[in-house]
């Protein structure tokens, strides 16, 4: 099994050799393009990510435990069955990532593109995401809770059958996305909009909502038990 230091692992991907499940812990990759590189299920704990270009790359089941992500570009980059916990990406590049399955942990997300992520089935707990665009993303079964969402952009994104739950929603926008079977229960809800959004059988079970817009939205069954709704705009 060869053992990779920075210039053979810039080298191995250069020419377009796959490196999945190697060891790569504790090296200092920073500023190397390793755009479009295989490295599934390596091994990057540890490792310095700063300015590191990962562009269009596999890194599906990669471990990023002690990783350093600072200006980190992973647009376009599969980020599949990973786990980042108690870090900062708002310095990172996002567009366009694919994270499904993945699990975000106390992980701060601020100011950042996130149009057309493909997030279906990840797990988002105790983090915040503020100043986001994720418009025409699909978080399809996903689960974001005991999160703070704040000045995010959700429109046009596909939402069925996610649960956002216990989380605190404030002026952000669910227009023209599909909410079908989504949760919010026990949420709160601060100047949001949904408007013309599909809104079939959404949970709002026990959710505050405070100037919630509703107006042009596709409403079926929804859920309202202990539900308090002040200034709704429909």
């Known amino acids: 099994m060869p053992v990779y230091d920075r ?3 810039f080298d191995a991907v250069s020419n377009g050799q796959p490196v999945e499940s190697e060891d790569l812990h504790g090296l200092d990759l920073s500023e190397l393009d390793l755009g479009g590189a295989n490295l599934r299920g390596s091994d990057l704990r540890n490792t310095n990510l700063t300015g590191t270009n990962f562009q269009e790359s596999h890194l599906e089941r990669v471990m990023f435990e002690g990783a350093i992500f600072n200006k980190t570009d992973f647009s376009g980059a599969h980020l599949t069955e990973v786990t980042l916990k108690d870090m900062d990406l708002s310095s990172c590049i996002l567009t366009r990532l694919t994270a499904i399955d993945s699990h975000f942990v106390r992980v701060v997300f601020s100011g950042l593109d996130m149009t057309k992520a ?9 983090s915040t995401l503020k100043d986001l665009n994720l418009t025409d993303a699909n978080l399809e079964g996903a689960k974001v809770l005991f999160c703070t969402v704040e000045s995010c952009i959700l429109d046009n994104c596909t939402l069925t059958e996610a649960n956002l739950g216990l989380t605190r929603f404030i002026k952000t926008s669910f227009n023209k996305s599909n909410l079908t079977s989504a949760s919010f229960m026990a949420s709160t809800l601060e100047n949001v909009q949904m408007k013309d959004a599909v ?9 505050l909502a405070q100037g919630l817009d509703v107006s042009g939205a596709k409403q079926k069954g929804i859920i309202m038990e202990g539900t308090k709704v002040k200034n709704l705009i429909r």
């Open 118 to 126: 493909r997030l279906s089935g990840a797990v988002i707990l105790y």
């Open 7 to 9: 210039q053979s692992l």
């Open 199 to 207: 809104l079939d059988k959404v949970d709002l079970t026990l959710t």
